[in-house]
């Protein structure tokens, strides 16, 4: 039963029976993850007042610029879940390899890893337009005690245990599922307390929103050309409306609420579009197909995607069901 009144902590332990290792381990990540979570809150609304929007001046293993507040919220992520010996590996969108993480009081005994995307939407930060924060959880399938390795993180999404984001907008709110539907709780910045806000979030089945970034429009696949010429038809429920933040989280969070889709297409330019598999698609995947709707990469079901490599791009359909099959339709022909 969902209560509005109840806070995250109190949800994260009455649900943890639902869990089939109910040791309590996976609670206290979860806790860990809902604390680093206010304190990246707290910087970010921060930004603008102190000197932290704005390029660092160094770039990260895919070449992109690193922001400030990129390298803030992953050492906050990072220090918060080391600090608990709560996890035995983390990868890191900011970090070129995976770390393993041994604890003082119980050397790799953890169950473990974590993914994360600390900052996502980095270009909107210096702008004032909503950031986010994206992860995902699973068992590691290495014996426990030993150090990780690189197979521990390279499982398909549907391995996921565990996945969820955090918006930083007008209000933040953290959403997460762990298989059993999806639930949002929206932080009260007086009391430090996130309440249950949204219980049970679904896409609707279809909707009148489409999210892409059309600049790229002339790079994209015949299929996805026709589809984006599909929602600007004239017809009985048609044209759709555009939007687009350009904070993946962002545009996930207003679909899935206001029912739409979202589109990362390959292009000629990056033939396996931009979004990383690992701590992009597969978390949002898991949580859109838990919220009754779809993620694809365009034909096929992302978490079934075997990965390959950590910081693997992916292109990415995701959004209310009949849309994501429409576009995948368009895409088949
Ligand atoms: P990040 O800031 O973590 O690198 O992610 C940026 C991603 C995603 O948030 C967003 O949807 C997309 O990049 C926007 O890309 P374009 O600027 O190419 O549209
Ligand atoms: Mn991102
Ligand atoms: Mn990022």
Do not use: W
């Amino acid at each position: 039963m969902s209560n509005k009144n109840q806070t995250l902590g109190e949800f994260i332990i009455d649900n943890q029976a639902h869990f089939p290792y109910a040791t309590g381990e996976l609670s206290r990540l979860m806790n860990s993850i809902r604390l680093a979570a206010k304190m990246v809150n707290h910087e970010v609304n921060k930004a603008g007042l102190v000197d932290i929007t704005g390029a660092i001046g160094s770039t990260n293993i895919q070449g992109e610029d690193q922001q400030k507040l990129d390298v803030i919220a992953n050492d906050i992520f990072i220090k918060s879940l080391v600090n608990r010996d709560i996890v035995c590996g983390i990868a890191s969108e900011e970090n070129d390899d995976f770390i393993q993480v041994s604890g003082a009081k119980n050397d790799n005994n953890t169950n473990y890893v974590v993914l994360i995307d600390p900052l996502d939407g980095s270009s909107n930060i210096d702008v004032n337009v909503s950031v986010g924060t994206i992860f995902s959880i699973y068992r590691r399938v290495t014996a426990v005690g030993t150090p990780v390795t690189e197979e521990d993180f390279l499982q398909p999404g549907n391995q996921q245990v565990a996945a969820g984001y955090v918006v930083y907008g007008t209000s933040t709110m953290l959403v997460y599922t762990t298989g059993h539907g999806v639930n949002g709780f929206t932080l009260n910045p007086a009391l430090g307390t996130y309440y249950l806000s949204h219980p049970n979030m679904k896409f609707p089945e279809s909707g009148n929103i489409y999210s892409v970034n059309e600049g790229n429009y002339v790079h994209f696949p015949q299929g996805i050309k026709n589809y984006i010429k599909y929602c600007q038809e004239e017809k009985e429920d048609r044209p759709y409306t555009s939007r687009y933040i350009g904070s993946l989280v962002s545009d996930i969070h207003r679909n899935m609420i206001k029912g739409g889709v979202y589109l990362y297409p390959s292009s000629s330019k990056s033939p396996n579009g931009k979004l990383r598999l690992l701590y992009e698609c597969n978390p949002i995947a898991f949580i859109a197909e838990q919220a009754n709707g779809l993620a694809t990469d365009g034909i096929q079901r992302i978490l079934d995607i075997k990965p390959t490599a950590l910081h693997q791009r992916v292109p990415f359909v995701c959004g209310s069901k009949k849309m994501v099959e429409k576009v995948a339709f368009f895409m088949q022909e």
